[in-house]
């Protein structure tokens, strides 16, 4: 659930019009909900209450430092895939302790960054990328705290693009070898074994692909029990799904009440790493009708924000729900709502159906809190759109709009051209 509502017909985020928001910092822009932010971590929080655990919310879904500071004063920790992410992990206050490390292709120098840091530990994805590890913590005289990802190989039924168990993908070390991996980590003195990691994909609707992956992490902590190897921290990944449109995903107590019995007596500290779930719907982008165009065969809404905003529809072919700010009876129009990109791939949303619009009309696309702002970028040389929080009755504009001279930002121009 979320605060974005409908009051007299005008669309509000928690006490405030979204309206007054748009008209004081333009379009297109992302707003955040403080609320139910707080209220999506407290979820997590409460449903593992009875086990040992942490939730190291996944920094990509949503890295703007003031949700991380907010998250981070409530005890959040960080699951990070880059030397940037990490950055931002430490400088918005989530303690190292907290901060797990993923990601098939870590550099050198992310990796020697994150045990000065003295993160939590790296989830390993490669032998490679462990040998690496190992060199690296050896130079530096330290200990590298480290989990292996392994790969389940189970189908979590989501988009295929999203999802990262199934045998075929880079992700992870195929369970069926990770005995082997171990054993390797074993021989591997600067190594230090905590745990096991997996993660099955994202926008996950259904129970049931959680279970069994866990139920086969925990079959191999068992397997490496027997050969001396212990395991303290079970890492689940992240991946419970949102409702974009009408899909009911469990809640993260569903979620605790199916695994926390499978963990009952094992002693082992849980981590989890949602982000979707925690930012996904405590998020909408906002932007403004410019022209209506009507071909024989189409209506198209054209807005000012586009792909390079919000790239899940480009992309996913993702839905996301349009409101208007302000509802009206106008008579329901078949139109294609798309932004100004040169690209034919370039829209929100396809054949939706909405009340018949008028230039400078405002819309909320829905969901939009998570992969939203954090997949843009600068294509056709638009600079990138203001974040705001709201809190009660207050905004904060907590990431100013990029102007055209951040579009030159460390460009530079040969002697010979100037
Ligand atoms: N942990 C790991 C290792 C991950 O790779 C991911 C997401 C997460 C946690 C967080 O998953 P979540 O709880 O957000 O589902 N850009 C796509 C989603 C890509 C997800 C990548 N990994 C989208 O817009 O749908």
Redesign the pocket.
């Known amino acids: 659930m979320h605060d974005f509502t409908y009051r007299n017909n005008e669309l509000y985020a928690e006490g405030v019009p979204v309206r007054r928001i748009a008209e004081e910092f333009g379009t297109p822009l992302y707003i955040y909900s403080h609320n139910t932010l707080i209220r999506h971590f407290n979820a997590y929080r409460n449903a593992f209450n009875g086990q040992p655990h942490t939730i190291c919310y ?1 920094l ?2 949503n890295s703007n430092p003031a949700i991380l500071r907010l998250l981070a004063q409530n005890g959040c920790g960080a ?1 990070v895939v880059s030397g940037g992410e990490l950055a931002l992990a430490l400088r918005a206050g989530i303690p190292a302790k907290k901060i797990v490390y ?1 990601g098939v292709g870590k550099r050198e120098d992310e990796i020697a960054r994150a045990l000065k840091a003295r993160i939590l530990m790296f989830n390993i994805e490669s032998a490679d990328e462990m040998t690496a590890i190992h060199e690296i913590a050896r130079a530096l005289k330290v200990n590298a705290p480290v989990a292996l990802r392994v790969n389940p190989d189970i189908d979590p039924k989501t988009h295929p693009y ?1 999802s ?1 168990g199934l045998k075929e993908s880079k992700f992870g070390i195929p369970i069926e070898e990770a005995l082997e991996h171990y054993r390797l980590a074993r021989q591997l003195p600067a190594l230090n074994i905590l745990g096991i990691h997996k ?1 099955i994909g ?2 996950i609707t259904t129970i049931s692909p959680f279970v069994d992956a866990l139920q086969k992490v925990i079959a191999l902590s068992r397997q490496l029990q027997e050969q001396g190897i212990g395991i303290r921290y079970i890492d689940m ?4 799904g949102i409702p974009y449109n009408n899909e009911h995903p469990p809640h993260p107590r569903e979620l605790s009440m199916a695994i926390m019995p499978l963990l009952e007596g094992c002693g082992f500290h849980l981590i989890l ?5 925690i930012v996904g719907n405590a998020g909408i982008f906002v932007t403004r009708v410019l022209y209506l165009k009507k071909h024989p065969q189409k209506e198209f809404v054209i807005v000012d924000g586009g792909m390079n905003d919000l790239l ?1 529809p480009s992309l ?1 072919n ?1 839905y996301h729900n349009v409101l208007p700010l302000t509802r009206s009876r106008r008579k329901k129009v078949m139109a294609d709502i798309v932004g100004p990109i040169c690209e034919s791939g370039d829209f929100l949303a396809m054949n939706r159906e909405v009340n018949r619009l008028s230039r400078g009309d405002l819309l909320a696309l829905m969901s939009a809190g ?2 939203g702002f954090t ?1 843009s970028s600068n294509y056709n040389s638009r600079p990138r759109v203001a974040e705001v929080l709201v809190r009660e009755k207050e905004f904060f504009l907590v990431r100013a709009r990029e102007t055209y001279r951040d579009l030159t930002r460390g460009a530079r121009i040969p002697a010979f051209l100037k």
């Open positions: 996944a990509k879904a699951d993923a999203i990262t993660h994202s926008q990944g992240g991946g419970l790493e949602p982000g979707r779930s899940r996913y993702a998570a992969y997949m």
